[in-house]
Nanobody
Framework: QVQLVESGGGLVQAGGSLRLSCAAS????????MGWFRQAPGKEREFVAT????????YYADSVKGRFTISRVNAKNTVYLQMNSLKPEDTAVYYC?????????????????WGQGTQVTVSS
């Protein structure tokens, strides 16, 4: 079992930055793919970014490419999502997820473990 706890959400003005953290416990993440997803009210959960722990390969949604960066710190068993140049349309609950390293990372159904989510609100 893997337990994931997100933190770092909050209220920020458009153009601002936030860094989300996802701390894992229960197992080391060395054999997992990690992902960030978000869900806005009335909308489906959507892919944001993913990183594979073994080789650091990362993918991003087109809507966040160039603004968001996913990274990991092995010693802390933690994944981060640095979000810059935030827009009101980035407002959502952000979720961290862990899945097998073999998954592509885009499909939220493929992930095995989820955090509770952290709210990000971007004001215009």
């Amino acid at each position: 079992q893997v337990q994931l706890v997100e933190s770092g959400g909050g209220l920020v003005q458009a153009g601002g930055s936030l860094r989300l953290s996802c701390a894992a416990s229960g197992r080391t993440l060395s054999s997992y793919r990690m992902g960030w997803f978000r869900q806005a009210p009335g909308k489906e959960r959507e892919f944001v970014a993913t990183i594979r722990w073994t080789d650091d390969i990362r993918y991003y949604a087109d809507s966040v490419k160039g603004r968001f960066t996913i990274s990991r710190v092995n010693a802390k068993n933690t994944v981060y999502l640095q979000m810059n140049s935030l827009k009101p349309e980035d407002t959502a609950v952000y979720y961290c997820a862990a899945g097998g390293s073999y998954i592509t990372g885009y499909d939220w159904n493929a992930y095995d473990y989820w955090g509770q989510g952290t709210q990000v609100t971007v004001s215009s």
